[in-house]
């Protein structure tokens, strides 16, 4: 085992994260949409054992009670080795009434499961050498550090000690860190993070230079620096990066009609429940421009569609980081280039959670008008990201239709961002 491994090494690591992971604090019974309800909790089997052999006698009665050994695979395709059978009121046995667990309130985090003791962080590591930490924004309190920060995500690196990735999950751990891979994706970060632009031409920029620096011809490193260079160039010039942006034209029935069958499937499918709040956002969707889940999306929709688009644009002017810092964060967390061709998908399912946030929030600005808040705002995007990025099956689906309408390359991107 990997921790295992660790705690026997006298090794640092070079840790990587968002300067606002220093501000967290689980906020308990204060916090909206706990992470301890309405949801799959898996453990792991170190942390069974641990409860297994629990003197605390609360603790174990609610393990032995409540947590029960996995035989299923899951949507995903993964086997948890157990997982948490919620009360009739689909909350964890082990949250207590102030919000707190009880693992942790009776003892300390270190005995936390990898995934409660994990969340919101997502961690990577690649072997001993390297690591990096983000947080998912469908916690609350990560979407208010990230999406309500009045300024640029800046990152900080801190020597480490191994140990302290111990007793955390890891996402998709590589074995050898290649420089070229970060500098690329560090570079898609610059791209976001330019002010002068508006957020929807940096990410149009952003998603072509993602596609050519992916591209098997581009392989080498000296192609890549010259393709960096070429883009810094071009980014000091707003006219000439405007006109090139301005070959493309927007494709808003086909943008309107597949954001809506992706929608409608999320909505219908089994698994991990769709929330409320969620829920009535898809409503809103669907009968502010009268779309019908089984008909072709008409020429009234489309005119209806488009002018919440430019109010959207209005009011991201007045919060200017807040989808800025939504992309950052999603590219540094989950956005990686490799030597494999066509290894898009980390990059595709960003375009498409972005598009289909936007279409939700065009919906409620909209419809609330003035009156639509920043704190709806952050609310509305994390009971999104809750819903439909911690459902990897839903994203892996999404992928495969891109695929089957040919939008999986750099056009088909920009058809779901203009």
């Given at each position: 085992?990997?921790?295992e491994?660790?705690?026997?090494?006298?090794?640092?690591?070079?840790?990587?994260q968002?300067?606002?992971i220093?501000?967290?604090?689980?906020?308990?019974?204060?916090?909206?949409?706990?992470?301890c309800?309405?949801?799959n909790i898996?453990?792991?089997?170190?942390?069974?054992?641990?409860?297994?052999?629990?003197?605390d006698?609360a603790?174990?009665?609610c393990?032995?009670?409540?947590?029960?050994r996995?035989v299923?695979?899951?949507?995903d395709?993964?086997?948890?080795?157990?997982f948490?059978?919620?009360t009739?009121?689909?909350?964890?046995?082990?949250?207590?009434?102030d919000g707190?667990?009880?693992?942790q309130?009776?003892?300390e985090?270190?005995?936390?499961?990898e995934?409660?003791?994990?969340?919101?962080?997502?961690?990577?590591?690649?072997?001993?050498?390297?690591?990096?930490?983000?947080m998912?924004v469908?916690?609350?309190?990560?979407?208010q550090?990230?999406?309500?920060?009045q300024a640029?995500?800046?990152f900080?690196?801190e020597?480490?000690?191994?140990?302290?990735?111990a007793?955390y999950?890891?996402?998709?751990?590589?074995?050898e860190?290649?420089?070229?891979?970060?500098q690329?994706?560090?570079f898609?970060?610059?791209?976001?993070?330019q002010?002068?632009?508006t957020?929807?031409?940096?990410?149009?920029?952003?998603?072509?230079?993602f596609?050519e620096a992916?591209?098997?011809?581009?392989?080498?490193?000296?192609?890549?620096?010259?393709l960096?260079?070429r883009?810094?160039?071009l980014?000091?010039?707003s006219?000439q990066?405007?006109?090139l942006l301005?070959h493309?034209?927007?494709?808003r029935v086909?943008?309107?009609?597949?954001l809506?069958?992706?929608?409608?499937?999320?909505r219908?499918m089994?698994?991990?429940?769709v929330?409320?709040?969620f829920?009535a956002?898809?409503d809103?969707?669907?009968?502010r421009?009268?779309?019908?889940p089984d008909?072709p999306?008409t020429?009234?929709?489309?005119?209806?569609?488009t002018?919440?688009?430019?109010?959207?644009?209005?009011?991201?002017?007045g919060?200017?980081?807040?989808?800025?810092n939504?992309?950052?964060?999603q590219?540094?967390?989950?956005?990686?280039?490799?030597?494999?061709?066509?290894?898009?998908?980390?990059?595709i399912?960003?375009?498409?959670?972005?598009?289909?946030?936007?279409?939700l929030l065009?919906?409620?600005i909209?419809?609330?008008?003035?009156?639509?808040?920043?704190?709806?705002?952050?609310?509305?995007?994390q009971?999104?990201?809750?819903?439909?990025?911690?459902?990897?099956l839903?994203?892996q689906?999404?992928?495969?239709?891109?695929?089957?309408?040919q939008?999986?390359?750099?056009?088909g991107?920009?058809?779901l961002?203009r």
């Open positions: 085992m990997f921790y491994k660790m705690k026997n090494i006298n090794e640092t690591i070079d840790v990587v968002p300067e606002y220093k501000e967290f604090a689980c906020i308990g019974g204060a916090c909206p949409d706990s992470c309800a309405n949801w898996v453990f792991d089997e170190d942390a069974c054992r641990r409860y297994e052999n629990c003197t006698a603790i174990h009665s393990y032995q009670m409540a947590v029960q996995n299923e695979m899951a949507a395709g993964t086997v948890p080795y157990a948490v059978q919620m009739a009121a689909q909350r964890c046995p082990f949250l207590l009434q707190f667990c009880l693992i309130r009776h003892t985090e270190q005995n936390l499961s995934t409660c003791r994990t969340y919101p962080r997502v961690w990577h590591t690649w072997g001993f050498a390297y690591a990096e930490c983000s998912d469908s916690c609350p309190r990560a979407a550090l990230i999406l309500q920060r640029p995500l800046h900080l690196t020597k480490c000690s191994a140990q302290v990735l007793g999950r890891r996402e998709d751990p590589e074995s860190l290649n420089l070229w891979s970060l690329l994706r560090n898609l970060i610059f791209i976001l993070q002010p002068v632009y957020i929807e031409e940096r990410l149009l920029l952003a998603n072509r230079f596609w992916a591209a098997p011809e581009n392989k080498l490193p000296d192609k890549k620096n010259a960096v260079d883009y810094v160039e980014l000091s010039d006219g990066v405007r006109e301005s493309g034209s927007a494709q086909m943008q309107l009609d597949v809506r069958l992706l929608l409608c499937h999320r219908q089994s698994g991990p429940p929330g409320a709040d829920s956002a898809a809103r969707v669907m009968q421009w009268q779309l019908k008909a999306v020429a009234e929709s489309v005119r209806a569609y002018m919440d688009l430019a109010v959207w644009r209005d009011f991201i002017i919060y200017p980081y807040m989808e800025e939504y992309l950052v964060n590219v540094f967390k989950i956005v990686r280039f490799t030597d494999q061709p066509a290894n898009a998908d980390g990059w399912q960003l375009i498409f959670q972005f598009a289909l946030l936007r279409l065009m919906a409620a909209g419809e609330a008008g003035a009156s639509f808040t920043e704190a709806a705002a952050v609310s509305l995007i009971k999104t990201a809750r819903t439909v990025e911690h459902n990897r839903y994203l689906q999404a992928v495969k239709l891109f695929a089957i309408l939008m999986e390359q750099s056009d991107m920009e058809t961002i």
